[in-house]
Structure formats: C-alpha cells, structure tokens
C-alpha cells in the first residue's frame, strides 16, 4: 500500500500534527541542551546542509544558506515545539547560536524538554 | 489556417519531458503503453483511507535539493522534473540561452488544495489557533506556483503562469505555448500540464460522492474507459512538458522535431457543471480540423480523453462518431486506461505518449476494454493490443474537463 507522500518525511511535515509541549512537570534546559533544540531545527530547514561544524559566534547567514522564510521557520518551529513567542522587534538575536542561546536561555527556564 | 502560414509561425515540438505512474521518461512511458503496462496501485490518503491512484516515482532529488522540496510543492517538484527532462531531451544549450527569451506555461486542473488540507491537518493539532499557520501557505498556494517553481529552478525570467483549464488544461498549456511563440513573447515555451491532485483526499471524496470513482479488486483494471463494467475515474499524479520553437528555430540548430502544432481549438459547452455536451465536442473537433486544413479522414489516431466514467465515455464516442463517422481508417486509443486521470496532466501526457507512433507506426492500445460498451462503440477504437498501421501522419488529442470546457491538439508528423 502506497500512503500519501504529503504526510511524511519528504515534504517535511510530521505524520501526525505536534501536540504543543506543556510546561507542567518542566525543567530548566540548559545552554547546550538550547543549543540542540536549535541545532534538530536548523536540521529541517537546511537537510541538505553540514551543520556539525557550525561556528556558534558566526551569524548563521554566513555559514548556512538562510533566508527571511526560513528565519520564520525558526521562529515558528519554536512556537510549535515550546509555545515560545518571539515578537518581530527580537528576530536580529536569531542572528547567529551565540546570539540565540543568550536570547532563549530565559524563556526556556522552565520548558519541559522532552 | 495552417497552409499560409511562414516558418516562423510554425510551431514545433523539439522535447518532451514526463512523468507517468508507468513511466519517467517518453521511451519508458512509450513501452509501458505498448506492453500494456498499468501504474495505477492501491494508495491512502486522509480520512478517505484505502483507494487506487496512479502514482509517480520519478527521482525528486534529480533537479531538486532536499530543502527546495520541504519549501515547495508536488506540483513544483513534478513540474521542474518535467521541464529539466524536456529541455534536456531538446539537445539545448540551456547556460547559453537568454533565459529572458524563454516563457513557461503550465496547465492545471486545480492547484492549492494539497497545501491548504495539509495546513488545516496540522492546525487541527494546535486546536486551531492560526498563529501556527505556515507563513509557505501563500507561496505554495497562489495559482502560478507550478510554473512559478519552474522559474526559480530554471532561472527563467521570461513569463511564467498556470492555465487553470480543468481536465482540458494539458492541452490548454500547450496552446498557450503556441499562442506566445505565434505573437513573439517567447522564443521558447515550456508548456504542459502537471497534476499533483492524489495527495488531496478532497478530490478522492467528491468523485466518491459524485458516484464516479473507479473501484476495482485489481488495480491494474480499475481504469477502464468505455468498457461495460466501467466503474468511474481512477485519479493519477504525474506530468508532462514539452519544448515548443518556431519551426524557422528548431531547423536553424538542426533539432529533433517530434511533430508540428498543425490545429488546435477551445470551446465551452455553457450547459452543465460536470456533464459534457458532445455536440460542443464535436464543434471543437471540427473547428481544429479546420484550422489545420485537415479532414477528418486524415487522421490517423485520435487520442480520446474518456475517463471511465460512464456518461462521460458515451458523450465523447457520441462526439467522435459524428465527427469521424464510417470513414473507417482512423484509429482510436485512450492513455487512462493505463494511468488512470492524470487531470492537468492528462492531455499533456496522452499526446506525448502517442508522438512515438510517427516513428514507429503502432497505434498502443486502450486496455482493460475486455467488453465495449454499446453506446461507446467507435469503429476503429483499439483494443488490448497495439495495432500496426502503414502511416501516420496526423495526431488527434481530445482533452475535456468539467465546466464545460473542451480542447483539441493537432500535431502532424515533420519530414526530416
């Protein structure tokens, strides 16, 4: 039985839609534990990009292939994963890992990171 | 029309780029009709649940990065495929050509209706709240995409847009590539039509509720025009884009020339939302007939666009015995037969896989047509097998879709 491309890996949509985390029970995460959540993101935005290397104090622009759609997936993957808003006047901190960690760190205090 | 016109105005096909669910290139394709090959397989989809679709599986990372596929489209993904293939099959120098030169024009039954479900999908799971609507909804969705993505990967900066024609947009695509070469726009069209309409469970379900979607234990004979036990459509992805020049072009870099655009016509029947109207048909029939100076007798296969259902079929034989009736050496086939309704692919598709018989002078057959129905029959349709033929000089493409709206293509062989 063949299934429906759409709903999988391909297009890049999970099979199921994500239930959005809850905070109850949460723990504080981490800086390095942070800096994974954005790594499994950038991870979807860019597949076809080695970001093993990645220089954390280097804007993400000049290492990756990063334009203002995917600067939005950022946002948006954070708000569907851990119910963090960023209003648009912060977007300038996404600007490299340093930058995002420092700027995440307080609003993922008490997200549970499972 | 077609006598007096000048090289320059006469338009021809120098590539062909496709993707069938039997097939991902016009040789691939070609042997499957004429080995009677189906693609049609068992396939689910959302909320419909277990159904039959003719599915594609052409390489998608072929011209397409990982990324570009997760920010596009299928239609996107099929069209570039399609596009890529064509050009290449052209022999063209594509980093040499002035990309300003070059239009794209892509026919399309619908288009935004995959996106728009899988967004309502996904949105289900954040009780709705739109802040989690995907800020790609609009790019992927706006009309054009297809062509749009074609563009981008192409780097064309010419014209780009889809012909949203129904089931006739195939045809519609080509005869707007026609049309653009014929008033200077473009010195090269990519046109066609694509389909990504499986991946839609809204397309599945309206058929289903409409009474008009094929069911069958074997999938491989669900689709099954003009045949008795007929039970409806069996919806197919896939698509199909040629390289159109002006004849004056395609001679001046002695290119392969698969045939020339010799007629074309477009009509509506203004009569009813989804049941055709043969005397329309017909009319466009002739109308491209008359356009290319040719004679109903001259034809030596007409392509027929029945889909299986079972008023469609008998509308379009009623159309084509008024047109061609007792003359008795025209050949009749049908491609969903074997794919099932590739919808703004369809016409594209079913002229292309017929463009091969100016060479090999075979007429594939239309399968799974084990008893014909009465009100269907056509003297001259091919049956199961394909039928040899001492000449074929003229090509015939029927491409009819809901709202009334009928196309027909022309091609005629090109001496070399």
Known sequence: MLTDRRFGAIAGLPAQPRAPHRASGAIAMTAEEIRQVVLDILADIVPDEDISNLKDDVPFREQLELDSMDFLDIVMELRKRYRIQIPEKDYPALGSMKSTVEYLEPLMRNINNK | ?416
């Open chain 2, 1 to 416: 029309m077609h006598a007096k016109l000048s090289d320059q105005l006469r338009i021809v096909i120098t590539g062909v780029g496709l993707t069938a669910p039997n097939g991902n290139s016009l040789p691939e394709f070609r042997a499957a009709l004429l080995e009677g090959r189906s693609g049609v397989a068992p396939f689910e989809t959302r909320y419909f649940g277990p159904t039959l679709a003719g599915v594609c599986n052409f390489d998608e990372l072929k011209y397409q990065r990982r990324k570009d596929l997760r920010r596009g489209t299928r239609a996107g993904s099929i069209g570039i495929y399609c596009a890529r293939e064509a050009v290449a099959d052209a022999g063209l120098n594509w980093e040499k050509i002035d990309k300003s030169t070059v239009g794209i024009y892509v026919g399309v039954t619908e288009h935004g209706n995959v996106e728009t479900e899988n967004e309502i999908y996904l949105l289900k799971g954040y009780d709705y709240d739109t802040q989690y609507w995907s800020h790609h909804h609009n790019p992927r969705t706006v009309a054009n995409n297809p062509a749009g993505e074609i563009s981008l990967n192409m780097g064309v900066t010419g014209p780009h847009y889809t012909v949203g024609a129904a089931c006739a947009a195939g045809n519609a695509g080509i005869i707007q590539g026609v049309q653009m070469l014929r008033l200077g726009e473009c010195d090269l069209a990519l046109c066609g039509g694509v389909s990504e309409s499986i991946h839609t469970f809204g397309i599945f379900a309206s058929f289903h509720s409409q009474g008009a979607l094929a069911r069958h234990e074997d999938p491989t004979k669900a689709s099954r025009p003009f045949d008795l036990a007929r039970t409806g459509i069996v919806v197919a992805e896939g698509g199909c884009m040629f390289v159109l020049e002006r004849l004056s072009d395609a001679q001046a870099r002695g290119a392969k020339i698969y045939g020339e655009i010799v007629g074309y016509a477009m009509n509506s029947d203004a009569v009813d939302f989804v049941l055709p109207d043969p005397a329309r048909q017909a009319e466009c029939i002739r109308l491209a007939l008359r356009r290319a100076g040719i004679s109903a007798e001259e034809v030596d296969i007409v392509s027929t666009h029945a889909t299986g259902t079972i008023t469609g079929d008998i509308q379009e034989a009623a159309a084509l015995r008024q047109v061609f009736n007792g003359q008795g050496r025209t050949l009749f086939n049908n491609t969903k037969s074997f794919i099932g309704h590739a919808m703004g692919a369809a016409g594209a598709l079913e002229l292309a896989g017929n463009l091969p018989s100016f060479e090999d002078r075979l007429c594939h057959p239309t399968i799974n047509l084990d008893q014909i129905d009465p009100e269907c029959d056509i003297p001259g349709l091919v049956a199961n097998k394909p039928q040899p033929m001492d000449r074929v000089e003229v090509i015939l493409n029927n491409s009819f879709g809901m709202l009334g709206i009928n196309s027909v293509v022309i091609v005629k062989r090109v001496e070399q």
